[in-house]
C-alpha cells in the first residue's frame, strides 16, 4: 500500500477489528483510497445473521450466507490489507493492537501452522474501529459450555444439525416407548429471544414438512422443546405479535415453557425452576438429545480488558460506552459499533449496520478535512489560504452526530407465518400471518443481504426447497 496520497499527504493507518455486521458495513462506504486500511478478524468471511437460523435445517446453505472479507475488501477503491487473527490485546496508550494467528475453529492444515506456536504480530493504528460483536451469555450455568450448541457462528449451525441427526438416527436402534429414545427424539432450546423462537420454529418446520417424508412417524414422536425464564418470549416485539407467536406455536406442538429459568446442564437433561401461577416455583428436569443455548449477548474478554484500561469506561459493565460519532468515551483514536457497546440501541444487526455506515461516512469527512489542514499548513499565498479554510469549515459543519431509523423487527414464526414490528418515521404497525407477511420478512431480508452474490444464492435456496424439499443428509 502506498503510504502517501496523491497531494503528499500521509494516509492514516484505520484497523478495523471485525468482520461482522459493524465492520463491513464500515469497510463496504469507506473511502479506501483515503487510509491505508487493515482489516483483521479470525473469521475470513462476513456472516448474514438474520438467516443462520434457517441453516440447520438446510432451508438455506451456509455458504449461501457467507461472503468472503476479501471479495468485500476487493469491491472498495483502494487497497485493504485482510489479516486471518483475533486481536489480543488493545494499548490505547501507544496505539498498537496485538493479533494473534492460530487454528481455530477451521483447519489450516498443520504444514502451515503448528496448533501450538500461534503467529503473532503488533500493528500500529491511527484510528481503531472496534467491532468485535459479543459472545453468547452462559450465565455461568454449569453444564452450557460443555454440552449446549450455539447459535452465532457458521459452524454453530452445522454442529447443530450434526447432533439433530446424531440423536435421531440413534433413536432408530431403540424400542418405540423405550424413555431413551424419546430423549433422543427431543430438541431443546433454552433463550426465547428471536434466535431460539426462529430455531425452534425452523426445526419444527423441518420435521413436520420434510423429516417425515424419510421417516414416517417422527412428526408424532419428535418433541420441540423451548425453554424461557421470562413469562413471553420475543419480549422486545409488540404485545399482539407475543400472543400470536405463542398460538402459532400451539397449533404447530412447539412445547413452549416460558416461566422456566435453567439451572445446569449435564450430557441428558436440563434442570430448570419452573415458575407456577400461585407464584411458587417448582424443580423440573427435562430430559434433550439435541440443547441449543440462546441466552443472548455477553461482552467479550477483549472488550472488558480495552474497557479497563481506560477511566472514562471503568462503569462500562454491558459494553463500551461511545459518544454520538462512535468515539470511545476517553480515548480520542479509537471508535466502536455494534454488541460491543452499550447505547440506547438494541444489539441488532440493524443498529451495527447504520452506525457501520455513519462512521465510514464520518471518515470520508475526517479524510477530507485532514487533506485541507494539510494544504493549509503548506499554503503560502493568503487568499489560497483563505479559499482552504473556507472548505475546511464547510466539512466541519458537515459532520452529523449518528442518529438510529428504527425500521422495525421481523421474526419467522414457523409454517411460513412471520411477525413483523414496522416503523416509518414516526408512523409504526405490526403484521402478523401467512402469505403476505412472510414474503414480506423473505423480501426484507433478501434486500437486508449486503452481496449479490448471496442474494441470488439464497434465493435458489429458497426454490430449491419449495420444489424438492430440504436435504436430510448430515453433512
Ligand atoms: P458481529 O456481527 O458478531 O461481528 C463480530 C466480528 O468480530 C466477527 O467477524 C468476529 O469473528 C470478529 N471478532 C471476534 N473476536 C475478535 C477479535 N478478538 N479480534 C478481531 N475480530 C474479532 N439482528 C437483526 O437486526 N435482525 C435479525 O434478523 C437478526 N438475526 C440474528 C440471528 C442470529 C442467529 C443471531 C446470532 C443474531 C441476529 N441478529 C439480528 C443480531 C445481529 O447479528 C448482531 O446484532 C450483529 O451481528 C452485531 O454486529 P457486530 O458487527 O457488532 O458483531
Ligand atoms: P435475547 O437476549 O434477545 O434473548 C435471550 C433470552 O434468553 C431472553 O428472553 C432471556 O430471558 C432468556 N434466558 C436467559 N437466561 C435464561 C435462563 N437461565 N433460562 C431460560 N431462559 C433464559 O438473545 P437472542 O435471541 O440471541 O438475540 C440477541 C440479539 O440479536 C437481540 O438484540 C435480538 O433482537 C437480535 N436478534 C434479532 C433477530 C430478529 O430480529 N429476527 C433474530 C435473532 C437475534
Given amino acids: 500500500q502506498s503510504l502517501l496520497k496523491e497531494n503528499g499527504n500521509r494516509k492514516k493507518n484505520v484497523i478495523i477489528l471485525g468482520s461482522g455486521w459493524g465492520a463491513i458495513s464500515f469497510l463496504h462506504k469507506l473511502d479506501t483510497t483515503q487510509y491505508n486500511v487493515t482489516i ?15 441453516v440447520p435445517t438446510s432451508t438455506v446453505g451456509s455458504n449461501s450466507i457467507c461472503d468472503p472479507v476479501r471479495t468485500i475488501a476487493r469491491q472498495t477503491p483502494g487497497e485493504v490489507t485482510y489479516y486471518e487473527a483475533a486481536a489480543t490485546d488493545v494499548d490505547p496508550v ?12 477451521f483447519s489450516l492444515g498443520e504444514a502451515f501452522v503448528n496448533k501450538d506456536e500461534p503467529i503473532e504480530k503488533t500493528l500500529k493504528y491511527d484510528y481503531l474501529i472496534y467491532a468485535v460483536g459479543a459472545k453468547v451469555n452462559t450465565f455461568g450455568i454449569p ?19 450434526q447432533k439433530l441427526f446424531n440423536a435421531i438416527e440413534a433413536s432408530r436402534l ?24 426462529e430455531l425452534a420454529a425452523e426445526v419444527k418446520d423441518y420435521i413436520d414438512q420434510d423429516l417425515l417424508k424419510f421417516i414416517p412417524g417422527i412428526d408424532k414422536e419428535m418433541k420441540v422443546i423451548l425453554v424461557e425464564a421470562l413469562p413471553n418470549v420475543l419480549n422486545m416485539f409488540h404485545p399482539k405479535l407475543i400472543e400470536y407467536t405463542k398460538e402459532v406455536f400451539k397449533t404447530q406442538h412447539v412445547d413452549l415453557r416460558t416461566n422456566t429459568m435453567v439451572k445446569k446442564v449435564d450430557a441428558r437433561n436440563v434442570y430448570a425452576s419452573a415458575k407456577k401461577p400461585d407464584g411458587t416455583t417448582e424443580d423440573v428436569v427435562i430430559p434433550y438429545g439435541t440443547l441449543v443455548w440462546a441466552g443472548g449477548n455477553a461482552q467479550r474478554e477483549l472488550t472488558r480488558s480495552l474497557a479497563d484500561k481506560i477511566t472514562e469506561q471503568k462503569t462500562a459493565r454491558r459494553g463500551l460506552l461511545v459518544d454520538e460519532y462512535m468515539k470511545l468515551d476517553g ?18 444487526a440493524q443498529v451495527a449496520h447504520q452506525q457501520g455506515e455513519f462512521l465510514a461516512d464520518h471518515f470520508n469527512k475526517l479524510a477530507k478535512i485532514d487533506d485541507l489542514e494539510y494544504l493549509t499548513s503548506l499554503e503560502k499565498d493568503e487568499a489560497s489560504k483563505e479559499k482552504h479554510l473556507k472548505r475546511l469549515e464547510r466539512y466541519k459543519n458537515s459532520i452529523k452526530p449518528f442518529s438510529y431509523r428504527h425500521q422495525g423487527a421481523l421474526a419467522y414464526v414457523g409454517s411460513e407465518r412471520a411477525v413483523a414490528d414496522l416503523t416509518w418515521g414516526s408512523w409504526s404497525t405490526v403484521a402478523l400471518g401467512g402469505n403476505l407477511t412472510f414474503f414480506f420478512w423473505r423480501t426484507a431480508y433478501v434486500s437486508m443481504i449486503l452481496g449479490v452474490r448471496s442474494k441470488l444464492l439464497v434465493i435458489s435456496d429458497w426454490i430449491k426447497v419449495s420444489m424438492f424439499g430440504r436435504d436430510c443428509s448430515k453433512d
Fill in 40 to 54: 483483521v478478524s479470525p473469521r475470513n468471511y462476513f456472516l448474514f445473521t438474520p438467516l443462520l437460523p434457517s
Fill in 94 to 105: 501507544n496505539q498498537t493492537v496485538k493479533i494473534v494467528h492460530k487454528n481455530m475453529n
Fill in 143 to 161: 453444564g452450557i459450555p460443555e454440552y449446549a450448541s450455539f447459535l452465532k457462528e457458521a459452524h454453530d449451525a452445522t454442529a447443530v444439525r
Fill in 174 to 197: 431403540l424400542p418405540e416407548d423405550s424413555e431413551e429414545r424419546k430423549r433422543l427424539l427431543t430438541f431443546v432450546v433454552c433463550g426465547g429471544g428471536p434466535t431460539g423462537v
Fill in 331 to 348: 480515548d480520542d483514536h479509537i471508535y466502536a459499533l455494534g454488541d460491543c457497546t452499550f447505547t440506547a440501541n438494541a444489539p441488532t
